[in-house]
Nanobody, 116 residues
Framework: QVQLVESGGGLVEPGGSLRLSCAAS????????MSWYRQAPGKERELVAV????????NSADSVKGRFTISRDNAQKTVYLQMNSLKPEDTAVYYC?????????WGQGTQVTVSS
C-alpha cells in the first residue's frame, strides 16, 4: 500500500521557519522524483520544488527561490522542505508528490499558515 505522509505544518509568524517532512512507503522511493506542491484557498495547486530520484538536482518556483530548500534521504524514504523567511502568501496546504515509472502518488497535505 502506497503512503505519503506529510508532517511539520503549523502556524508561524512572518519571517519564521518550518521544515516539512514526507515519509514514503509502499514503493521504491529511490526510483521516484519527489516534489512539493501547495494550494492556497481559491487558487490552483502549484509546484513549489522538485528533486530528482538520486537527489543530485533540484529546482524550485521563482516565488520561493532563496527561501525554500528541498532535500531527501533515500535511506529514510523521506523528503523534506525547509522553509525560511516565510511570508503570509506562503499560506497554503502543502502536498508531497512522487512521480516515476509512469506512476504518481500524492500525500494528504499539511496546512501551513503564516500570520502574526
Amino acid at each position: 500500500q502506497v503512503q505519503l505522509v506529510e508532517s511539520g505544518g503549523g502556524l508561524v509568524e512572518p519571517g519564521g521557519s518550518l521544515r516539512l517532512s514526507c515519509a514514503a512507503s509502499g514503493f521504491t522511493f529511490s526510483s521516484y522524483a519527489m516534489s512539493w506542491y501547495r494550494q492556497a484557498p481559491g487558487k490552483e495547486r502549484e509546484l513549489v520544488a522538485v528533486i530528482t530520484s538520486a537527489g543530485s538536482s533540484t529546482n524550485s518556483a521563482d516565488s520561493v527561490k532563496g527561501r525554500f530548500t528541498i532535500s531527501r534521504d533515500n535511506a529514510q524514504k523521506t523528503v523534506y522542505l525547509q522553509m525560511n523567511s516565510l511570508k503570509p502568501e506562503d499560506t497554503a496546504v502543502y502536498y508531497c508528490n512522487a512521480r516515476g515509472r509512469g506512476r504518481g502518488y500524492w500525500g494528504q497535505g499539511t496546512q501551513v499558515t503564516v500570520s502574526s
